[in-house]
């Protein structure tokens, strides 16, 4: 497993639309992709548990991604979601 810190940076933070192409885009991966925010987890191939957390802009997450070619699909989903707009 690897773990990543990121922010949000999106004005809006993860509401509905910016939620869903996060879901969509952690569905691509075929492990466990999971996002902490202070003591509560949430799975990102989830759009309930994601909209649960109500994640909005400044906060600070921890990716966490577990299974073959973890290292290299986190780069890429830490990207999406620092390049989120919308």
């Known amino acids: 497993m690897v773990e990543q ?3 949000i940076v999106n004005p809006s933070g993860l509401h509905a639309r910016p939620a869903a192409q996060v879901v969509e885009f952690a569905k691509t991966f075929p492990g466990r992709v999971e996002v902490l925010a202070g003591q509560r987890r ?3 191939k989830s759009i309930l548990m994601l909209l649960e957390l109500g994640l909005c802009q400044g906060t600070q997450v921890l990716l966490q991604v577990e299974g073959e070619g973890e290292e290299a ?3 890429q989903l830490a990207g999406f979601i620092e390049n989120l707009k919308g």
């Open 5 to 7: 810190r990121v922010e």
């Open 42 to 44: 949430a799975s990102l």
């Open 73 to 75: 699909f986190l780069q």
